[in-house]
């Protein structure tokens, strides 16, 4: 599964934002339990957001941020 959220900013409409979470579909399957996988269980899932800062003088800004999270067991 994933989810995707990006627009401008009210207050700044110059200012724009993207954040994206994605879920395994394994994981997903894992948790309901409608696979067997002989006792391995895997889970992951990760999150990035950017941001854009546009300046009048000194080009675009933009600021990256990653996260994950990835048990295999």
């Not at 900013?9 to 067997?36: A, W």
């Amino acid at each position: 599964m994933q989810y995707r959220i990006e627009g401008v900013e009210v207050f700044t409409p110059n200012r724009s934002y993207i954040v994206d979470y994605r879920y395994g579909f394994t994981s997903l399957v894992d948790k309901l339990n409608l696979i067997d996988a002989d006792g391995a269980h895997v889970d992951f899932q990760d999150f990035s957001a950017k941001q854009m800062f546009p300046t009048k003088r000194a080009g675009t800004f933009s600021v990256f941020g990653l996260g994950f999270y990835d048990n295999l067991g």
